[in-house]
């Protein structure tokens, strides 16, 4: 006997209300998108539960899969059989060995079929003692146990569900906006990337490529971090802006103390225009209160001027420790640590103002004409869409969308 199904529970999805219907709907398209390279797979939703039926696909490949589906509190490996006492003991055991080196257990029993002849004060026992005689130095804790063995009697037959896995949590990609993702190549943008798709966020990128200050390999690191990010929710679409001319005249132009703080008000211009032209409702940033210059309350106040959309900054409370903790967790650091800089560390000025001034970096920037030079990036911009099985240098078919 092997496991057919993978059943999954929902998290605070299921305290939605009117739209519940639309969250499901939403998290059984992401679980199929995730699951394309398991073409036997099926997904079934029922009341307030949804399963994954493996049709003799690997049950452990495929529940890897479902752990990074965002919208899944939890998962477990289960089987459905016919409602014979014989068939019942088989399940319960294959569910205990599931739990490998559990030494405690505990069935609980539900009978939803009131036809069945065992009730389920009768049928914890009867299950319980054959797991007994089949091991050895193994025990009953009805308090706290390694493994809780879950048995249900329906009038289409009986499930026996094993031990839980951890989902990823959050909410289902696609179910609350989009957001544009200012990633640079660095730590902490992709793991802004990360915890804003929890949310539901579906996110697109936008990324600052300055050659020949900044390598193809730098861009390709880029390409790598939105690759990983896919892996959690879709197809990541990267908006590449061809930066260097701007930062050069930041660098000719411009007060040093002030370069860093006026080329993240030109970023986050360019990048409210991409925003408003593909119908994306925020920007994102990686950015951490106090960690470097432009990331104290007042360069943030001086650069939010710029733009009246809403920033996300998920990271803006964390330490560096915390945000390397999860980078590691969802597989993009030893990406980011790659030696390819990014365009953030071209004419890095030694002494960067900490407290910058809107009163200041406007009447610097009065100085010069920068809208020709946004408009010229802006139309030599390309778009680059990866996906987790997207291979480098790998050309996009004009007709993906469509499908």
Known sequence: MNFDRIMIRYGEMAL?????????QKLQSNIAIKLRKYPNTTIKKTQGRMFVLLNGEDPHK???????????????????????????????????????????????????DKTFPIPSQELNPLLGGHILRQTEDVKVDVHNPDVEIKVEVRHEGCYVTAQDYPGAGGLPVGTTGKSLLMLSGGIDSPVAGYLTMKRGVEIEAIHFHSPPYTSERAKQKVLDLAQALSKFGSKVKVHVIPFTEIQQKIHREMPEGYSMTIMRR????????????????????GESLGQVASQTMESMNTINEVTNY?????????DKIEIIDI????????????????????FVPKAPKTKPTR?????????????????KALEESYVIKVSPDHQPGQQDDEFDDLL
């Open 359 to 375: 009163k200041n970096a406007n009447y610097y920037e009065s100085n010069s004409d920068f809208t020709h030079d946004i408009d």
């Open 310 to 318: 809403p920033i996300i900054r998920p990271l803006v409370s964390m």
């Open 62 to 112: 495929v529940m890897e899969e479902c752990q990074e589906v965002f919208g899944i509190h939890s998962l477990s490996f289960a089987v459905m059989v016919e409602k014979e006492e014989e068939q019942m003991k088989d399940a319960v055991m294959l569910a205990f060995h599931d739990a490998r080196n559990a030494r405690t257990f505990k069935i609980s029993s539900k009978r939803t």
């Open 266 to 285: 030109m970023m986050m211009r360019i990048s409210e225009q991409v925003a408003a032209k593909n119908d994306l409702l925020s920007i994102t940033t």
């Open 16 to 24: 939605k209300g009117k739209n519940k219907r639309a969250f499901e």
């Open 327 to 346: 980078s590691r967790k969802i597989e993009t650091y030893e990406i980011s640590i790659r030696p390819f800089e990014d365009c953030c560390t071209v």
